[in-house]
């Protein structure tokens, strides 16, 4: 079969490799749709630590295929089938895997980064991401380019599980890339009262006011404090989310934080510099909630797949482009663009 193997930094190939069989308790996908994140960009790079040097292995955790081969033991599917893989897979028996948070796992596998994942023609599920649920049933009807970016969206609605929104709040999304157009989509969702996003490049700004920003803020052009505090007569924001990898993002969270107000550093930092200037009064005297999210559990994909099988979030809009196996080079180039938003390869 055809796949997208990672050779190291900036190079990877389109190649023929030998198709992956299930053997017992595991199963075979035919790969639809496979979307490009972040991750894979930072994969293709050689910046991440899970390709190390020397690695040879298939990117692409984002995937929505058919089943094609059932191994022995394996029950509750069909051949045919359309299904979301989710990527995460736990030890299953640790703290962190029995309370549902097999993100977290220490020994945790995830497709497409520690094994072969989905930029491929056919991709191996192992036994033990079928036996921790990782395999969505999607209906017929959705686009399987959209129901691949369950994934991302999935991380989104954890991060957003983790401060809350609730109907009215004031929600100040920073950095409206593909994540912070998701996390636009659902406050609006959840109910928030006013999303305003603050964006520097115009393009990304118009297309976080096409998926229901209530106010967009250029904060190079514009004093984001003073804009914040105008808009909320002084009151600051409820939620904040920074879907940017900027440190001064989350050093200002504390500042335009309303009192109580809840923060989600959704977007983590270059791993050399990882520090920020904390002002940690204004987290004592405003009674700040700070959080952290990282990845997704399955049980995340589970609650993403309801919201868009059942149209509360349309993420059709997301997906930019689709390219073959044969065009992945240039889906990897067209993931560059920050014009685009998702790159999809559809083997
Ligand atoms: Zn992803
Ligand atoms: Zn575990």
Known sequence: MKAVVYHGPEDIRVEEVPKPTAEPGEMVIKVISASICGTDMRIYHGQHRMYPEGTRRIPGH?????????GADVQGYTIGQ????????????????VKGNNNLCK????IGVTIDGGFAE?????????????????SEDVDPAVAALLEPFACVLRGQNAVNILPGDVVLVIGAGPI???????????????????EPLDFRANQAKNA??????????????????????????DV???????????????????????????????????????????????ELVITGTTACSTADCWQASRLVTQGVVDLSDLVSKRFTIDQALEAFEAAQNRESLKIVIEP
């Open 62 to 70: 984002e995937v929505v295929g058919t089943i094609s081969e059932l």
């Open 82 to 97: 359309v299904v979301f893989v989710a990527p995460n897979m736990g030890c299953g028996h640790c703290d962190q895997c």
């Open 107 to 110: 020994n945790y596998d995830a």
């Open 122 to 138: 056919y991709l191996r599920v192992p036994e033990n991401a079928i036996r921790q649920g990782n395999i969505i049933p999607i």
């Open 180 to 198: 912070g157009i998701m996390h636009v989509k659902l406050a609006k969702a959840r109910g928030a009262g006013l999303v305003i996003v603050s």
């Open 212 to 237: 229901g920003a209530d106010v967009t803020i250029n904060p190079i052009e514009q004093n984001l404090q003073s804009e914040i505090e105008q808009l909320t007569v002084g009151k600051g924001a």
């Open 240 to 286: 904040i989310i920074t879907a940017a990898p900027v440190h001064s993002a989350q050093e200002s969270a504390l500042q335009l934080a309303a009192i109580g107000g809840r923060i989600n550093f959704f977007g983590g930092l270059p791993k050399d510099r990882p520090t920020i200037q904390f002002d940690s009064n204004a987290v004592h005297y405003k």
